[in-house]
């Protein structure tokens, strides 16, 4: 799942940005991309960060993985994502199921996604439960947040919500 066509070839085969993954992944019958249905919008700002700040990169130091990496060559991903907006998630929320695939989306230039997790409901509340390792090492339990409008980040536009498909 988390190289493009489910086929390792080296470090430019990984899938660096989760919008990628989410299309790929989508594409390959893996799960559904949620944000036409609950009324996305088009986000269709490139997707260059790692490209532009190879610096942060170890793999991207050798110039092979930087060519081969979408947005090496110098022109930026440009494949169209759709999110929900922040202002309409709390109209969607109840159409989030547990253990979809939640991705808040970033507000900095050239970075798609800003957090993941999954979702999870708890006494009628929906909840992002991180999927960052360190999140639960720090913590007994996972720390939980809420994916909605009331906790807006101003790092975070809004979120891409996909769900599993079941095999």
Same mark, same amino acid.
Request: hydrophobic share 35%; glycine share 10%; net charge positive.
């Given at each position: %799942? @988390?190289?493009?066509s $489910?086929?390792l070839?080296?470090?430019?085969?990984?899938l660096?940005?989760? !919008?990628?993954w989410?299309?790929?992944? +989508?594409? =390959?019958?893996?799960?559904?991309d949620?944000?036409g249905?609950?009324?996305?919008?088009i986000?269709?700002?490139?997707? &260059?960060? %790692?490209?532009?700040?190879?610096?942060?990169?170890?793999?991207?130091?050798?110039?092979e993985?930087?060519? +081969?990496?979408?947005?090496?060559?110098?022109?930026? @991903?440009?494949? &169209?994502?759709?999110?929900?907006?922040?202002?309409?998630?709390?109209?969607?929320a109840?159409r989030?199921?547990?253990?979809?695939?939640i991705?808040?989306?970033s507000?900095?230039? $050239?970075?798609?996604?800003?957090h993941?997790?999954?979702?999870?409901?708890?006494?009628?509340?929906l909840?992002?439960?991180?999927?960052?390792?360190?999140? +639960?090492?720090?913590?007994k !339990?996972?720390? =939980? @947040?809420?994916?909605? +409008?009331?906790?807006? !980040?101003?790092?975070?536009?809004?979120? %891409?919500?996909? =769900?599993?498909q079941?095999r």
């Open positions: %799942m @988390r190289y493009r $489910g086929v070839d080296g470090y430019p085969s990984r660096h940005y989760f !919008s990628e989410i299309a790929d992944n +989508a594409r =390959r019958g893996l799960l559904v949620l944000g249905e609950l009324g996305g919008v986000d269709r700002e490139p997707i &260059d960060f %790692m490209s532009t700040h190879p610096d942060a990169y170890r793999q991207l130091s050798r110039p993985n930087l060519r +081969a990496h979408p947005g090496g060559g110098g022109a930026p @991903r440009r494949e &169209d994502r759709v999110y929900v907006p922040e202002e309409a998630i709390p109209d969607v109840d989030i199921r547990n253990g979809d695939v991705a808040a989306t507000t900095v230039p $050239g970075l798609d996604i800003a993941t997790g999954l979702a999870l409901w708890i006494d009628g509340r909840h992002l439960l991180p999927r960052t390792p360190s999140s +639960a090492r720090r913590s !339990s996972a720390k =939980r @947040r809420s994916p909605n +409008a009331s906790s807006a !980040s101003k790092a975070r536009s809004g979120l %891409m919500i996909a =769900r599993p079941g």
